[in-house]
Each structure stands twice: as structure tokens, then as C-alpha cells.
């Protein structure tokens, strides 16, 4: 059974529908790749996953769970499906580490110094260890990516989403990404990935999902998508032929 499993989701602003019947699964273990171009409705769909924004029709089964019915824990379920926004979303008022311990106190209801000691965990293993009393004024916009990625990952979800990873980095930290996602993956972090960067894409997955006007129109290898693929704005975006 795949972790995750999304059937004819549709999302409607309106009259104008973002998401038009969107199929895909995530498979435990998996770093799954969205790629489309803007406003094809990649963050619309990441929203929907742990109800940041309500589907207007489909369904979304997490762990063979509906999880758009009126009974769904929906705390729970964020607690699940680690999220990783595009601008990390970090407090600014909050040091590194509470920042990554907050949510431990908050939500799962661990004591201070069991938090922190979790919380410590997580940034000694993402190398943000030094910089724990610093504020996020303080540090890179990498390692502002790396804290986000901390506090998603001490919360033990089963799957961590990210929206757009390298918006907010030059290009030199686009490799530096690549190879931390590759590593979480490697031990065993369950990812979804939103991203336009095709460099990105093609370090960290051999296949990508391509969204485009709300619906899936390939989930092929990307030499593929560039190359032969029978839809020319598939083959367009991906560098290949009109």
C-alpha cells in the first residue's frame, strides 16, 4: 500500500480550477519529484496534503486513511506530514533551537530539556549544531533551509514535503541541497519535492512527476520528458524540442 495515495484531486479558487483531477502516490522511501511551471498548481497541491488548503472534491489516503473527512485529526496529521515552506517560515524572535524544540513542547508535549536534547539531535546531524543560539537574521539562507528542515525532522513524520527547496538560494547551494536530500533518503526519509530547478531534479531523482494546467501529464525519466515524449509542453519545459 503507497504511503501516500491522491485520486481526482481538484481544487477550486472560485471559478478557476488549480488542481483538475491530480492522480500520484508516494511510496514509502521515496524522494519524489513535482516539477511544472508557475501556477500549475504544485504548492496548491502540497497545501492540500495536510490541509493548509481544502480540496474541493478527490481523495488523499495517508496510510490507507481518507484524510479529508470530517473526523481527521488534522493536528495529527501535520505532525505526520512534515512540511518545509518555501521561505523555511522560521520565527524570528526564536533562536535556532527553539525554533526546532517549539513544536516538541507545543505539540507533542515533551518537557524543555527532552525537547531541546531532540531538537539538538536533529541540528547536530544537519552540521547546524554551533549556530543554535543564533537568531534566523543571523545565519544563511542554507542554513535557514537547514533549521526548517531540523524542525520537520524532529517530529518523526512519516513523509517531509518541500516547496520550492532552492527558491530562496544562489545556485552554488543547489548541489549542497541535492546532497543532503540524497542522504536523508539514503537513511531513510520519506521526501516529496515541489521544484521548478531542473538541476535539482536531475541530482536527486532519475523521474519526475510534470504538472501542468492541474493535471499530471507524465511521470517518466527526465531524459524522456526532454527527449521524445509525445506532448510538446512536456518536451519544452524540459529543454527539449517544441
Known amino acids: 500500500m503507497a504511503l501516500i495515495q491522491i485520486r481526482d484531486l481538484v481544487k477550486k479558487f472560485?471559478?478557476?480550477?488549480?488542481?483538475?483531477?491530480?492522480?500520484?502516490?508516494?511510496?514509502?522511501?521515496?524522494?519524489?519529484?513535482?516539477?511544472g511551471p508557475s501556477g500549475c498548481g504544485k504548492s496548491t497541491l502540497l497545501r492540500c496534503l495536510n490541509r493548509l488548503v481544502e480540496p474541493t472534491s478527490g481523495e488523499i489516503h495517508f496510510r490507507g486513511e481518507n484524510i479529508l473527512g470530517p473526523k481527521v485529526d488534522v493536528r495529527a496529521l501535520r505532525q505526520n506530514i512534515g512540511f518545509v515552506f518555501q521561505q523555511f517560515a522560521l520565527y524570528r524572535h526564536l533562536t535556532v533551537l527553539d525554533n526546532v524544540s517549539l513544536g516538541l513542547r507545543k505539540l507533542r508535549g515533551l518537557k524543555r530539556a527532552e525537547a531541546e536534547d531532540k531538537a539538538m539531535a536533529q541540528l547536530k546531524h544537519l552540521d547546524m549544531e554551533a549556530h543554535r543560539n543564533k537568531y534566523p537574521a543571523q545565519i544563511s539562507g542554507g542554513q535557514k533551509q537547514r533549521v526548517a528542515i531540523a524542525r520537520a525532522l524532529a517530529m518523526?513524520?512519516?513523509?517531509?514535503?518541500?516547496?520550492?527547496?532552492?527558491?530562496?538560494?544562489?545556485?552554488?547551494?543547489?548541489?549542497?541541497?541535492?546532497?543532503?536530500?540524497?542522504?536523508?533518503?539514503r537513511e531513510g526519509v520519506t521526501m516529496l519535492c515541489v521544484t521548478h530547478d531542473l538541476a535539482l531534479a536531475s541530482q536527486i531523482s532519475e523521474k519526475v512527476v510534470f504538472l501542468d494546467q492541474g493535471v499530471v501529464r507524465a511521470d517518466e525519466k527526465i531524459r524522456h520528458l526532454a527527449g521524445d515524449h509525445a506532448d510538446p509542453r512536456v518536451r519544452a519545459f524540459f529543454g527539449g524540442k517544441e
Open 14 to 35: 472560485g471559478t478557476h480550477a488549480v488542481l483538475q483531477g491530480v492522480n500520484m502516490e508516494v511510496q514509502k522511501g521515496d524522494l519524489k519529484v513535482v516539477m
Open 156 to 185: 518523526d513524520p512519516a513523509v517531509v514535503v518541500f516547496d520550492e527547496p532552492t527558491s530562496a538560494l544562489d545556485p552554488m547551494m543547489v548541489r549542497e541541497v541535492a546532497e543532503l536530500f540524497s542522504r536523508l533518503n
